[in-house]
């Protein structure tokens, strides 16, 4: 599976910014399609995950309320839709597959396909 990352930008306090994904080499609909980010001298964490059969999302506590993930199976493209967006949010967003589900979809070293990275910067 190979993976797309797009539409990062720079955005002021409040605002809004969608990222998409493109995927191709999907054998089937059984994946596992996340996004994760890693902020200037951090790590990177778990921002959201879609279920890429069943549509179903889950997402990490400092995002839930703002961003939605979302995909587009005909298009093969997985969305990220950031709203009320924050300095704090200013990160590499990445996107990742990984071919089934798991429990534990907010590992990074669960997932075996990742894009290369698009910049989210939020000035305040």
């Known amino acids: 599976v190979q993976l797309q990352a797009s539409g990062g930008g720079l955005v002021q306090a409040g605002g809004s910014l969608r990222l998409s994904c493109t995927a191709s080499?999907?054998?089937?609909?059984?994946?596992?399609m996340a996004w994760f980010r890693q902020a200037p001298g951090k790590g990177r964490e778990f921002v959201g995950v879609?279920?890429?059969?069943?549509?179903?999302?889950y997402y990490a506590d400092s995002v839930k309320g703002r961003f939605t993930v979302s995909r587009d199976r005909a298009k093969k493209v997985m969305y990220l839709q950031m709203n009320s967006l924050q300095p704090e949010d200013t990160a590499l967003y990445y996107c990742?597959?990984?071919?089934?589900?798991?429990?534990?979809?907010?590992?990074?070293?669960?997932?075996?396909?990742w894009g290369q990275g698009t910049l989210v910067t939020v000035s305040s």
């Open positions: 990742a597959a990984r071919s089934g589900w798991l429990i534990r979809y907010y590992l990074e070293h669960e997932y075996t396909s």
């Open positions: 080499g999907l054998t089937s609909n059984n994946y596992a």
């Open positions: 879609i279920k890429w059969s069943m549509g179903h999302t």
